[in-house]
């Protein structure tokens, strides 16, 4: 095929040797020149509009990477949220995209210690350098110290926001985004859309912005007029993305379901010990949310050997409390406090159940370690989790319905009992499946994990980026 480079240098050519050929046989014609100069303008602005559809049209071929900057409003590890922006930004560098990181940071964290390999990155920083308190957290218990939305005043509410908003416009001058990917339906997402109107925005829904929309009523109407001008959203799964629609009413169209993933290359199974005792393992967050302490409640009504990994962290009297009902177990609980991934992946491994008690998730990604690693699920039965686990997967999961609740993430005071007796059940269910001879989570495990996976994850987000590129273009 010819290039339309060559085409212009042709027509080119062509043009100036007719108007030599045409000078030097008919120069007294009055006017020829200017005809030549005519055609050739004409001529040339053709062929640079064929040029310019032709790199519009080239697949996989752009003038330079697609440029994208991903918006964080807290730290990029630590959470769920953490894990999938930098597993997301991996996979695009990977796919060619040049990634920019904004996220929040504290003042005095290094950012060198964060290991973004996948892209360059700017912060917010947090407790004394550009906003004077804590990261103001997307859940109200973070593994690190944090505020909460319902603690901010409309002063300090506004700082915050001005303050991303700045930091925005300054990502936007010094990187200049095609598009921008940024994560969890709330204020962060509202200051992108002002600053971005001119620019393709794809939100991330993690779940506890919904919580927060429902928690902070006060907020919503600074969070919902720019968030239903997003371009599209990214959906964990069908029931959530159903969720959006009704709590934001941004149209059904503009929600897509891409799900979240796990590494698969990290979390294996390992040698596992006799189950004598049975390993029990928990990771997440150290709080009432997460539902920690009636776990180990439920643990002190167990007659058989059991240790529990307890693997998180948390902040406050939550996190005073959660320890506090650990140390009451003695040398059957080892409080590992946050660890990284892989260190994660190691205690994983090496368990026979994981256990996640918690009264309010998205898609929990921890699950999918788990069961990547080997280990039986108890969960309670929240939407995201049974979208999950479909028909056919006891073998996989055990499922603890959740109590009446008096608010989204609080149990009613009447129903705590209940629930820690059901918990109990459970895991006494569990420690049956892992004792049946033959015990193999095989194929079952397979049909939950195989479509997620970071890669295909990404290839819906992919194709995301491509469509509202196109849509703007």
């Not at 290039?3 to 100036?16: D, E, G, R, W, Y």
């Not at 006494?428 to 195989?450: F, I, M, N, S, Y």
Request: hydrophobic letters at 40%.
């Amino acid at each position: 095929m010819i290039s339309s480079n060559c085409l212009i240098s042709a027509l080119n050519s062509q043009v100036l040797t007719s108007s030599l050929m045409s000078t030097s046989s008919k120069k007294d014609r009055p006017g020829w020149g200017r005809m030549i100069e005519t055609w050739h303008s004409v001529l040339t602005g053709h062929a640079r509009i064929i040029h310019e559809w032709a790199m519009s049209t080239r697949p996989n071929k752009p003038n330079r990477p697609i440029r994208v900057l991903h918006a964080l409003s807290q730290r990029p590890d630590s959470t769920g949220s953490g894990i999938y922006i930098k597993a997301v930004m991996a996979e695009a560098h990977r796919h060619g995209y040049q990634n920019h990181l904004l996220a929040g940071l504290p003042c005095d964290e290094d950012e060198n210690s964060l290991g973004l390999d996948a892209c360059t990155a700017s912060f917010v920083r947090f407790g004394g350098g550009d906003i004077d308190h804590a990261i103001v957290g997307m859940s109200d218990v973070m593994p690190y110290p944090s505020e909460t939305f319902r603690a901010l005043d409309p002063t300090r509410i506004a700082r915050y926001k001005d303050c991303f908003a700045r930091s925005l416009q300054s990502a936007r001058d010094a990187f200049r985004p095609d598009l921008v990917h940024s994560h969890h339906l709330w204020i962060m997402s509202s200051a992108a859309r002002e600053v971005f109107a001119d620019r393709p925005l794809v939100v991330s829904s993690h779940g506890s912005d919904l919580r927060q929309f429902r928690n902070c009523p006060q907020l919503r109407d600074i969070v919902l007029p720019r968030c239903r001008e997003i371009d599209a959203v990214l959906a964990l799964g069908p029931g959530q993305r159903t969720e959006i629609h009704e709590l934001y009413g941004i149209p059904l169209e503009k929600i897509h379901v891409t799900g979240a993933g796990f590494d698969r290359n990290m979390f294996r199974p390992g040698p596992r010990p006799d189950p004598d005792p049975i390993r029990i393992a928990y990771a997440g967050k150290l709080s009432r949310a997460k539902g920690v302490p009636w776990l180990l409640r439920a643990l002190k009504n167990l007659a058989w050997p059991w240790h529990l990994d307890l693997v998180g962290s948390g902040s406050g009297p939550e996190l005073e409390t959660c320890l506090a009902l650990a140390r009451e177990l003695g040398n059957r609980v080892t409080a590992h406090g946050a660890v990284a991934q892989r260190r994660l992946a190691e205690i994983l491994g090496r368990s026979h159940v994981f256990v996640l008690p918690s009264f309010f998730e998205g898609l929990p990604l921890v699950l999918m370690e788990a069961l990547s690693s080997g280990c039986h699920v108890v969960s309670t039965a929240l939407p995201g989790v049974l979208e999950l686990f479909a028909a056919g997967t006891d073998d996989i999961v055990t499922l603890v319905d959740l109590p009446a609740m008096r608010t989204i993430d609080e149990p009613k005071p009447e129903a705590e009992s209940g629930f820690v007796h059901d918990l109990a059940r459970a895991l006494d269910r569990a420690r049956h499946k892992v004792l049946a001879p033959g015990h193999d989570l095989g194929t079952a495990a397979e049909a939950v994990l195989a479509p997620r996976t970071w890669a295909g994850v990404f290839a819906g987000v992919d194709r995301m980026y491509k469509e509202v590129l196109k849509n703007r273009a």
